[in-house]
């Protein structure tokens, strides 16, 4: 896995991933949606989620997360 500042593997659920955004705590994981191959949802806010097509445009977009 290539090194992300604002993503790692979790510890706890094989396949995903936990990213971190503006003091936010992200679940990631494999998704088969049209809107992207991952889905990340903020852990306290469901309705807070992001679809990307890789992991890299993942991380740029949890980048620009505001508050």
């Known amino acids: 896995m290539k090194n992300y ?4 593997k979790s510890g706890f659920r094989k ?3 936990v990213g971190y955004a503006n003091s936010k ?3 990631i994981k494999k998704s088969n949606s ?3 191959n991952w889905f990340a949802h903020n ?6 989620q ?3 097509f890789g ?7 949890l980048s620009k997360v505001t508050a």
């Open 43 to 48: 852990q306290s806010n469901y309705n807070e």
């Open 55 to 61: 992991l890299d445009s993942m991380s740029e977009k």
């Open 50 to 52: 992001i679809y990307a």
């Open 15 to 17: 396949g995903e991933y």
């Open 25 to 27: 705590v992200f679940k």
């Open 5 to 8: 500042t604002n993503i790692e």
């Open 34 to 36: 049209t809107y992207g």
